[in-house]
């Protein structure tokens, strides 16, 4: 068996992503969504990708447990066209970054998407209820809720992890996630 980290990393110090616009983005995610920016970082570098200094700017949304959603944009539009894919996914939404949530920010998350009226999609999945909404650049930006029996669906899924996931490889394709419920085919 693989030796893993002594100790695990203690949280996501911040999941990173470029926009083209800073103010739009901040806009979305501060005025719409309710969440702060706390950090702006203005800088200057040399980029070897493009072999010249170039300016960008680094902004921090903060999250509760002291993580946070970080974005750059660049005052070099070559360097911006570099960091885009040349061809987006045609099923861009399991691309995305979820936070944990309780019922109470969840409902107000839902209320604030709508007044602003952005997009929004709800999921239940079963071992969480989810929301989803997309930031200007494409970021889908999900927020779940965890049921009373959290705890018990965890444990049931750390025992049995990697056998579903060797069943998986080898092909068997069952569903294992009797929580959820089936749309009629």
């Not at 999945?125 to 930006?141: A, E, F, K």
Request: glycine residues 6%; contains cysteine; negative net charge.
């Amino acid at each position: 068996m693989t030796k893993l980290l002594s100790r695990p990393p203690e949280r996501l110090h911040h999941h990173a992503y470029v926009v083209k616009d800073q103010e739009r983005n901040r806009q979305f995610f501060e005025d719409g969504l309710g969440i702060p920016l706390v950090a702006t970082w203005c800088e200057r570098h040399f980029n070897p990708w493009v072999k010249r200094d170039v300016a960008f700017c680094h902004t921090f949304y903060g999250l509760g447990d002291g993580g946070a959603l970080a974005f750059f944009s660049f005052a070099d539009d070559e360097v911006y066209q570099k960091t885009q894919a040349e061809k987006p996914a045609e099923i861009g939404s399991f691309d995305h970054v979820a936070f944990k949530v309780d019922d109470a920010t969840y409902d107000e998350l839902v209320s604030r998407v709508k007044a602003a009226k952005l997009d929004l999609r709800e999921t239940d999945h079963g071992y969480c209820r989810s929301m989803y909404t997309t930031s200007p650049d494409g970021l889908v930006v999900e927020f779940t809720v965890d049921p009373p029996n959290a705890a018990e669906i965890d444990q049931i899924r750390r025992a049995d992890a990697h056998s579903e996931l060797a069943r998986w490889v080898a092909g068997d394709h069952r569903v294992n996630n009797d929580l959820r419920e089936r749309e009629p085919a």
